[in-house]
């Protein structure tokens, strides 16, 4: 974007959202309303990984990749 255009993205949905996603997401608001939630790191540990190992995978070759010479 360059210096004269707006920032601003706007999500456009294309489905009806039904009663029933309506009511979960309403449950969902209340519930981090009331709760703190999961830390980045938390959630990372709870998934058996580290911080490090996650945070240099984007570093890493995936799997099937290999390199062409």
Request: aromatic share 8%; proline share 6%.
């Amino acid at each position: 974007m360059n210096p004269t255009q707006t920032n601003r993205i706007e999500r456009i949905e294309d489905e009806l959202i039904s009663p029933e996603e309506e009511e979960a997401v309403t449950r969902s608001k209340a519930w981090f309303f009331s709760n703190d939630g999961m830390s980045w790191e938390q959630l990372v540990n709870d998934l058996g990984f580290s911080v490090d190992e996650i945070t240099n995978a984007s570093h890493m070759p995936m799997e099937n990749e290999h390199s062409e010479p």
